[in-house]
Every structure is written in structure tokens, then in C-alpha cells.
């Protein structure tokens, strides 16, 4: 039964039905006489109390069961990776870390281009290999169920992250590169500076795309 003055709005309704009951009875009476008012009062007062107390609350709708099946806690995961943007390493490590969860993944690739191409604004051949490999990244991630969108960041991938963290509330990053030796970014020391610079777990997947071997470092910010 719905409590009908659990709001001001509705007491100052409940009271203007009051006032208007009143009303009407005042004028049967004077109508009428007394009888008549009785069974005015009598007749308003049911419709009143079926209209009031006896209208059911709204609905909620209970999702259906395959709506239910599956559904596990909600996961947004930012994933920066360029050159091993589509290795067969990093998307096994994606899928492993979205399982269980209705996972959202972001894939930036930084489009990385020469010193002598950024100041002469000729990134257009950068940008263009990076969707093509995050492209194929996507498509590859989406052909094992895990949902994700992508875009081209900004060449410094500290600074894609930034830029990424502004639309896309991530709760952990993923950051692939090349092994030891061959990573322009382990000599850069973007792993370590995303660790002091973002306060989220950071995942650091090396990914041996000539071998697709990808090996993982502790998921836990330093």
C-alpha cells in the first residue's frame, strides 16, 4: 500500500482533496440536507482512499535471464601500445585481464614518428601505420568477444595516456613494448614515469612480436 504524503508535493495535494472534500460536503448539506451530505461523504471518501492508498507502485522491470548470464562487475581497461599493438602477446594478456568482467578496453597507439618529421609536420605516414596496427588489434580483440574501441594518441605516450585518462576513467593500464634493447620506450623509461605519474595499477606486457612471447611484470604500482 502506497504512503500517500511521503513527499511535500503530495501532502499539499493530499491536503487540497481534504479541502475539497469539505467543500463538497458543505454544499450537499446545504443542498440536500444531512443524508444527502452522508452519502456524498461516503461516495467521495472510497473514491479517494481507491485512487490513493490502493494504486500499486510502478513496476521495476527484472532483466531477463540471458540478460543476467555473464554480466560480471564492470572493467575499463586503457591499453598504450604502438609497433606491438596487434601481436598475438598483448591480446592474449587484454583478454586475460578482462575475463570475468563486462570489460570496456581502450587500445591508444601513439603514432611515433622521427624528430625530423614532427617539426615539419609530416606525421601523416606515423598516424596512418598506427591505425593500421590498432586496427588490426581491434579486429583481432573483437574476434574473441572482448569489446574495445581505439584511437591514435599523441607521440608521447606518457602524454596519450593523459589525454586518455581525460574521456576514459580507466581502472588499470596496460603498457606493451618491445623487450629490453629493442624498446625505445624502456630507454625513455615510460614504464616507470606512468608508474610515478598515474596513481592506477600499470601492467607492463613485453612483447617479443618475432616470437610472439610476451611476458608479464608485477601489475602493482610502485
Not at 1 to 26: C, D, H, K, Q, Y
Not at 63 to 86: D, F, S
Not at 148 to 162: F, H, K, N, S
Not at 178 to 205: C, D, M, Q, Y
Request: glycine share 10%; with cysteine.
Amino acid at each position: 500500500m502506497r504512503n500517500p504524503v511521503r513527499t511535500e508535493a503530495e501532502a499539499f495535494s493530499f491536503t487540497l482533496v481534504i479541502a475539497g472534500l469539505a467543500l463538497a460536503i458543505g454544499i450537499a448539506a446545504w443542498l440536500g440536507g444531512p443524508w444527502v451530505a452522508l452519502g456524498v461523504f461516503i461516495g467521495l471518501a472510497l473514491g479517494v482512499l481507491a485512487g490513493i492508498f490502493l494504486r500499486s507502485e510502478p513496476k521495476v522491470r527484472e532483466p531477463a535471464i540471458w540478460e543476467r548470464q555473464g554480466a560480471g562487475p564492470a572493467r575499463r581497461i586503457l591499453v598504450i601500445a604502438n609497433e606491438t599493438c596487434a601481436a598475438r602477446g598483448l591480446g592474449d594478456e587484454i583478454r586475460y585481464r578482462a575475463r570475468g568482467y563486462d570489460a570496456d578496453v581502450l587500445v591508444v597507439a601513439p603514432a611515433l614518428s622521427s624528430h625530423v618529421r614532427y617539426w615539419t609536420s609530416d606525421v601523416d605516414g606515423a598516424r596512418d601505420a598506427a591505425r593500421a596496427r590498432l586496427d588490426s588489434s581491434l579486429a583481432a580483440l573483437a574476434a574473441a568477444g572482448v569489446r574495445a574501441r581505439g584511437e591514435v594518441g599523441d607521440e608521447d605516450p606518457l602524454q596519450a595516456i593523459e589525454d586518455a585518462l581525460r574521456t576514459f576513467g580507466a581502472d588499470e593500464i596496460v603498457i606493451s613494448t618491445h623487450p629490453p634493447g629493442r624498446s625505445n620506450w624502456l630507454e625513455k623509461n615510460v614504464v616507470a614515469g606512468a608508474r610515478e605519474r598515474f596513481e592506477l595499477p600499470i601492467t607492463h606486457v613485453v612483447v617479443d612480436v618475432e616470437h610472439e612471447a610476451a611476458t608479464v611484470e608485477s601489475a602493482e604500482t610502485v
